[in-house]
């Protein structure tokens, strides 16, 4: 079992920036695919960003030129960048791992965008 923990959230202003962590432990992520994936009240959670274990990235439409997904795998901590935030970038941030039939993911971070 992997633990995922999330920090980096918050309220902040449309424009602003915010950078999210996803730290793991009992388990290293150096083969894993990494992502994060956001749900905003009375939606289904959806992927933002992942990247492989070669660091090859995809990204929704919606945040491609504003955030950026990375990974440092000497601190098993992956991180999302994201600049230019909008209103209807809130949600709840969650951190995913993903290697062959095993699925992990972290608690959850509130991000709120004001206008």
């Known amino acids: 079992q992997v633990h995922l923990v999330e920090s980096g959230g918050g309220l902040v202003r449309a424009g602003g920036s915010l950078t999210l962590s996803c730290a793991a432990s009992?388990?290293?992520?150096?083969?894993?695919?990494m992502g994060w994936y956001r749900q905003a009240p009375g939606k289904q959670r959806d992927l933002v960003a992942r990247?492989?274990?070669?660091?090859?990235?995809d990204y929704v439409d919606s945040v491609k030129g504003r955030f950026t997904i990375s990974r440092d795998n000497a601190k098993n901590t992956v991180y999302l960048q994201m600049n230019s935030l909008r209103p209807e970038d809130t949600a709840v941030y969650y951190c995913h791992y993903h290697l062959g039939i095993y699925d992990f993911w972290g608690q959850g971070t509130q991000v709120t965008v004001s206008s």
């Open positions: 990247i492989a274990r070669g660091s090859g990235t």
């Open positions: 009992e388990g290293t992520i150096t083969e894993a695919t």
